[in-house]
């Protein structure tokens, strides 16, 4: 029977281990003459082997710097400056020196970028994390001519916004970036003519759009007629924009309707469930003026929705909310604060512009537990009142009643009334949508040095008359054009305001306090409608102190100014009220 290949080969195999243990004896090895024997073959086909892996490798080895040397070169291309390359590349290099805090930079991405008269605003997309100022530089970027390196005036940010750096100004036509950023360099959109925020308004489906440039007299209604508002991703394409009526127009404040489409947009972006929007370019809304010069205002303005409406609720979470708009006065927080939780406000909405003194910290020794404070970045330059509008559009679903005063001014209740009384009184009045009271102005009491127990009991000397009021009001009732002028608004047809008495309730209006604090006044106003100190026009205006004129130069009889009445009213409360019987301090 004829054997197959694989069974001859096994008999051979088989075989050969018979005679090789034959050989041996039986001894379990056999003898060294026999291990040792080696097919004459085998040497010849290791050297074969070992030649043709030889020529298999020099093959590959030419093979490949024929291809690297001659083929294959590189060239990198690149619109973007020397000085962005420069920063990122040094940005590697510092991520490469080393894993300390101070050596590793983070990346941001830069959304937009705003031309001030004194500085460049650089405000990043959400997630951007920045280090110190003093790790990171401007980069500006001029044509024909070598990159440019100033270091930040501010940076800031927060848990729930943008950050934002403050750049010097740079010259005319220069485009901005950051040592730390990978985006290009950005150029400027300028302040005077921009469309700068907006909000989403669900109670009535529309957009509350603010802007610079339309030159709106303060006050008054506009023609709404003349504009419109207009949503899109770029809106230089006029066939990729959606355009909605406006409602009103007052001083910097355009009210429209918010089309449909832009509705079930932001459901889909703020919809923890949604998508979300995976296109790198935001929807942006900006004002259009119709006509034969139809132009539309540039724009950085995101529409944000509002805290949705909850028509079901019968009682708000606070019952008096403060409003405030400051610019470094830190060191005066805590007083304020603390007093007015006292007399019985529940919540503070504070628009920082642009501070640089540690309001971060000042605000980081409030105990979040007592004191519901909130600090909301508002860079803006000289728009009080359209911030004010924000502000009670942001604080109307929680807040019944909302003060509106400034961090040197302190409400006080002469009579037997608190504020408790006096806003329960009127919330069973819902055609009273407002509560005007007297300022009285102190002034420097003497003094030469800050009072190191607070402004409340540090001056007492004002003058006999008072000036203007200042207002409580209930922001369901505000005209939805929320035009405000000087702390009070514009209210909804057939709701009125009511003026309170001296005897009831009035506000202490620290205005005049020693020079070292005064002379703050004059590196500017964040009032729009109002000259700051150093203009020379409306020199003789109550908003400024009479007699001074527009230079920061001391008088020599400061001290004894604006004093007329002693008043001690509001003092001896402060140490009756909060005065540690034992050290004899104040918490403050």
Same mark, same amino acid.
């Given at each position: 029977?004829?054997?197959?290949?694989?069974?001859?080969?096994?008999?051979?195999?088989?075989?050969?281990?018979?005679?090789?243990?034959?050989?041996?004896?039986?001894?379990?090895?056999?003898?060294?003459?026999?291990?040792?024997?080696?097919?004459?073959?085998?040497?010849?086909?290791?050297?074969?082997?070992?030649?043709?892996?030889?020529?298999?490798?020099?093959?590959?080895?030419?093979?490949?710097?024929?291809?690297?040397?001659?083929?294959?070169?590189?060239?990198?291309?690149?619109?973007?400056?020397?000085?962005?390359?420069?920063?990122?590349?040094?940005?590697?290099?510092?991520?490469?020196?080393?894993?300390?805090?101070?050596?590793?930079?983070?990346?941001?991405?830069?959304?937009?970028?705003?031309?001030?008269?004194?500085?460049?605003?650089?405000?990043?997309? +959400?997630?951007?994390?920045?280090?110190?100022?003093?790790?990171?530089?401007?980069?500006?970027?001029?044509?024909?001519?070598?990159?440019?390196?100033?270091?930040?005036?501010?940076?800031?940010?927060?848990?729930?916004?943008?950050?934002?750096?403050?750049?010097?100004?740079?010259?005319?036509?220069?485009?901005?970036?950051?040592?730390?950023?990978?985006?290009?360099?950005?150029?400027?959109?300028?302040?005077?003519?921009?469309?700068?925020?907006?909000?989403?308004?669900?109670?009535?489906?529309?957009?509350?759009?603010?802007?610079?440039?339309?030159?709106?007299?303060?006050?008054?209604?506009?023609?709404?007629?003349?504009?419109?508002?207009?949503?899109?991703?770029?809106?230089?394409?006029?066939?990729?924009?959606?355009?909605?009526?406006?409602?009103?127009?007052?001083?910097?404040?355009?009210?429209?309707v918010t089309p449909v489409r832009i509705r079930r947009y932001l459901r889909m972006t703020t919809n923890p469930n949604g998508n979300g929007d995976s296109d790198d370019k935001p929807m942006l809304v900006s004002i259009r003026?119709?006509?034969?010069?139809?132009?539309?205002?540039?724009?950085?303005?995101?529409?944000?929705?509002?805290?949705?409406?909850?028509?079901?609720?019968?009682?708000?979470?606070?019952?008096?909310?403060?409003?405030?708009?400051?610019?470094?006065?830190?060191?005066?927080?805590?007083?304020?604060?603390?007093?007015?939780?006292?007399?019985?406000?529940?919540?503070?909405?504070?628009?920082?512009?642009?501070? +640089?003194?540690?309001?971060?910290?000042?605000?980081?020794?409030?105990?979040?537990?007592?004191?519901?404070?909130?600090?909301?970045?508002?860079?803006?330059?000289?728009?009080?009142?359209?911030?004010?509008?924000?502000?009670?559009?942001?604080?109307?679903?929680?807040?019944?009643?909302?003060?509106?005063?400034?961090?040197?001014?302190?409400?006080?209740?002469?009579?037997?009334?608190?504020?408790?009384?006096?806003?329960?009184?009127?919330?069973?009045?819902?055609?009273?949508?407002?509560?005007?009271?007297?300022?009285?102005?102190?002034?420097?009491?003497?003094?030469?040095?800050?009072?190191?127990?607070?402004?409340?009991?540090?001056?007492?000397?004002?003058?006999?008359?008072?000036?203007?009021?200042?207002?409580?009001?209930?922001?369901?009732?505000?005209?939805?054009?929320?035009?405000?002028?000087?702390?009070?608004?514009?209210?909804?047809?057939?709701?009125?305001?009511?003026?309170?008495?001296?005897?009831?309730?009035?506000?202490?209006?620290?205005?005049?306090?020693?020079?070292?604090?005064?002379?703050?006044?004059?590196?500017?106003?964040?009032?729009?409608?109002?000259?700051?100190?150093?203009?020379?026009?409306?020199?003789?205006?109550? +908003?400024?102190?009479?007699?001074?004129?527009?230079?920061?130069?001391?008088?020599?009889?400061?001290?004894?100014?604006?004093?007329?009445?002693?008043?001690?009213?509001?003092?001896?409360?402060?140490?009756?009220?909060?005065? +540690?019987?034992?050290?004899?301090?104040?918490?403050?």
């Amino acid at each position: 029977m004829a054997m197959s290949a694989k069974e001859r080969k096994l008999s051979r195999l088989g075989s050969c281990k018979v005679t090789s243990a034959a050989g041996s004896g039986g001894g379990g090895g056999g003898s060294p003459a026999a291990r040792g024997h080696r097919s004459p073959a085998a040497p010849q086909r290791r050297v074969f082997a070992a030649l043709f892996a030889f020529l298999c490798a020099g093959v590959v080895v030419l093979g490949g710097v024929h291809v690297i040397g001659a083929s294959f070169r590189p060239v990198l291309r690149t619109a973007w400056p020397s000085a962005t390359l420069n920063a990122i590349s040094s940005d590697a290099r510092a991520q490469q020196a080393g894993s300390t805090a101070d050596a590793v930079l983070p990346s941001v991405q830069i959304q937009h970028a705003v031309a001030f008269p004194d500085r460049v605003l650089l405000i990043l997309k +959400d997630g951007s994390s920045l280090p110190a100022p003093q790790r990171f530089e401007c980069l500006y970027s001029p044509a024909n001519s070598s990159e440019l390196r100033r270091q930040p005036l501010l940076a800031a940010s927060l848990p729930d916004g943008p950050s934002l750096v403050h750049c010097p100004a740079e010259p005319s036509g220069v485009d901005v970036s950051l040592s730390l950023s990978l985006s290009p360099p950005v150029a400027p959109l300028q302040w005077d003519r921009l469309v700068y925020t907006a909000l989403v308004d669900s109670r009535d489906n529309s957009t509350i759009v603010f802007a610079k440039g339309m030159n709106l007299r303060p006050g008054r209604l506009g023609v709404a007629s003349r504009y419109q508002c207009v949503f899109g991703r770029d809106l230089s394409k006029p066939k990729h924009v959606l355009t909605s009526p406006v409602i009103s127009a007052a001083q910097e404040i355009f009210r429209c309707v918010t089309p449909v489409r832009i509705r079930r947009y932001l459901r889909m972006t703020t919809n923890p469930n949604g998508n979300g929007d995976s296109d790198d370019k935001p929807m942006l809304v900006s004002i259009r003026t119709k006509g034969q010069r139809d132009s539309t205002l540039p724009s950085i303005a995101e529409p944000e929705p509002l805290p949705r409406y909850n028509r079901h609720r019968r009682q708000k979470a606070h019952s008096m909310c403060v409003c405030t708009m400051l610019r470094n006065q830190a060191r005066f927080l805590r007083e304020w604060i603390i007093y007015h939780s006292h007399i019985g406000v529940e919540r503070w909405f504070i628009y920082d512009n642009n501070s +640089d003194d540690d309001i971060e910290q000042a605000l980081g020794t409030m105990d979040p537990s007592r004191y519901n404070v909130t600090r909301h970045l508002w860079p803006w330059m000289k728009s009080q009142e359209a911030g004010f509008a924000h502000c009670a559009l942001r604080a109307r679903e929680s807040c019944e009643w909302v003060g509106f005063i400034d961090i040197d001014e302190f409400l006080h209740f002469p009579g037997n009334k608190t504020l408790q009384d006096i806003l329960r009184n009127y919330s069973n009045r819902p055609r009273i949508g407002e509560l005007r009271t007297a300022c009285h102005s102190f002034g420097p009491s003497g003094r030469t040095k800050i009072p190191k127990k607070g402004v409340t009991t540090g001056y007492t000397c004002r003058l006999a008359a008072p000036e203007r009021h200042k207002s409580i009001v209930r922001p369901d009732a505000l005209n939805p054009s929320l035009i405000n002028v000087v702390h009070h608004f514009h209210l909804k047809e057939g709701v009125r305001y009511v003026n309170l008495g001296q005897g009831v309730m009035l506000i202490n209006h620290y205005k005049y306090q020693v020079w070292e604090v005064f002379k703050d006044k004059f590196s500017g106003r964040v009032a729009t409608y109002v000259a700051d100190w150093q203009d020379e026009e409306n020199v003789g205006s109550r +908003d400024r102190a009479p007699g001074l004129g527009t230079k920061p130069v001391e008088p020599e009889d400061w001290p004894r100014r604006f004093c007329e009445v002693f008043d001690t009213g509001l003092k001896d409360f402060v140490h009756k009220a909060f005065t +540690d019987p034992a050290t004899g301090s104040l918490p403050w």
